[in-house]
Nanobody
Framework: QVQLVESGGGLVQPGGSLRLSCAAS????????MGWYRQAPGKGRELVAT???????NYVDSVKERFTISRDNAKNTVYLQMNNLKPEDTAVYYC?????????WGQGIQVTVSS
């Protein structure tokens, strides 16, 4: 069993930045991958970014050059640095991990980009 707790969301103006954190209840060193997903009102959940245990990253095209995913194995935490935020980035953001025990999701955190 793995618990994931997201933090760092909130309200920001267009062009602003936020850093989301996802703290895991277990050592993430061996986790196959960790990632961020988001779900906007009335839309399905979409992948935002993932990072493997080897550090390989993947991003959805709409956030490339603006978002950066990283992981700190010592802190059992994955981060999503979001820069130049746009209103269309408004969504509930979820952390997900894939492990040898299965896949686990966080509870989600709201990010609202509005002036």
């Amino acid at each position: 069993q793995v618990q994931l707790v997201e933090s760092g969301g909130g309200l920001v103006q267009p062009g602003g930045s936020l850093r989301l954190s996802c703290a895991a209840s277990r050592n993430i060193f061996s986790f196959t991958s960790m990632g961020w997903y988001r779900q906007a009102p009335g839309k399905g959940r979409e992948l935002v970014a993932t990072i493997t245990s080897g550090g390989k990253t993947n991003y959805v095209d709409s956030v490339k050059e603006r978002f950066t995913i990283s992981r700190d194995n010592a802190k059992n935490t994955v981060y999503l640095q979001m820069n130049n935020l746009k209103p269309e980035d408004t969504a509930v953001y979820y952390c997900k991990t894939v492990t040898i025990w299965g896949a686990y999701w966080g509870q989600g955190i709201q990010v609202t980009v509005s002036s």
